[in-house]
């Protein structure tokens, strides 16, 4: 990844799911004056992601609010509808905000990218996990290969903020 801790995150183009309408939002509505953690994943509905990453944030969420953490964001080249979908199926209710980013313009903005077509994905996004303080990466996790989630699970990354 090109970003690097105390770095300011760009302020790209993100989409959400409003009402049932795909919003285009930018990352500074997310983050301005706020303590996020963020967590980059290949792809909703993929087995380690599905499986671990999602749902250790989810299991793990009071524990990082009690730590001051204003949201917990995951973010995947997805569109807005799939991470709304892939939210609803794993009930994270007000717990996780779900963001795609099916342009990749956050995801290539930030150096994390990862051609993923020999297993049928196309371009994604390598496995994250970062805390960022009003826009300012404090703390970042990458994984060296996306079908691994330890150094950026909910449980690991708690004990680095």
Same mark, same amino acid.
């Given at each position: 990844?090109?970003?690097?801790?105390? !770095?300011?995150?760009?302020?790209?183009?993100?989409? $959400?799911?409003?009402? #049932?309408?795909?919003? *285009?939002?930018? &990352?500074? @509505?997310?983050?301005? %004056?706020?303590?996020?953690?963020?967590? /980059?994943?290949? /792809?909703?509905?993929?087995?380690?992601?599905?499986?671990?990453?999602?749902?250790?944030?989810?299991?793990?969420? @009071?524990?990082?609010?009690?730590? #001051?953490?204003?949201?917990?964001?995951?973010?995947?080249?997805?569109?807005?509808?799939?991470? %709304?979908?892939? /939210?609803?199926?794993? !009930?994270?209710?007000?717990? $996780? $905000?779900?963001? /795609?980013?099916?342009?990749? !313009?956050? $995801?290539?903005?930030?150096?994390? @990218?990862?051609?993923?077509?020999?297993? #049928?994905?196309?371009?994604?996004? !390598?496995?994250?996990?970062?805390?960022? @303080? %009003?826009?300012?990466? &404090?703390?970042?996790?990458?994984?060296?290969?996306? #079908?691994?989630?330890?150094?950026?699970?909910?449980?690991?990354?708690? *004990?680095?903020?």
């Amino acid at each position: 990844m090109k970003i690097k801790e105390n !770095n300011l995150l760009p302020n790209s183009e993100v989409f $959400i799911l409003e009402s #049932g309408e795909p919003i *285009k939002k930018n &990352i500074e @509505d997310f983050f301005k %004056n706020k303590k996020v953690i963020l967590f /980059g994943v290949p /792809g909703a509905y993929t087995s380690v992601c599905s499986k671990k990453h999602l749902p250790s944030y989810i299991s793990m969420h @009071d524990k990082f609010k009690e730590k #001051g953490i204003d949201h917990i964001i995951c973010l995947s080249a997805n569109d807005p509808f799939v991470m %709304n979908a892939w /939210g609803k199926e794993n !009930n994270v209710g007000n717990k $996780i $905000i779900m963001l /795609g980013d099916p342009f990749l !313009n956050f $995801i290539k903005d930030i150096g994390a @990218d990862v051609d993923k077509s020999g297993r #049928g994905l196309g371009i994604r996004s !390598n496995r994250y996990t970062m805390f960022v @303080d %009003n826009m300012k990466v &404090i703390k970042l996790q990458e994984e060296k290969d996306t #079908g691994t989630c330890e150094i950026s699970a909910a449980e690991n990354f708690i *004990k680095l903020i």
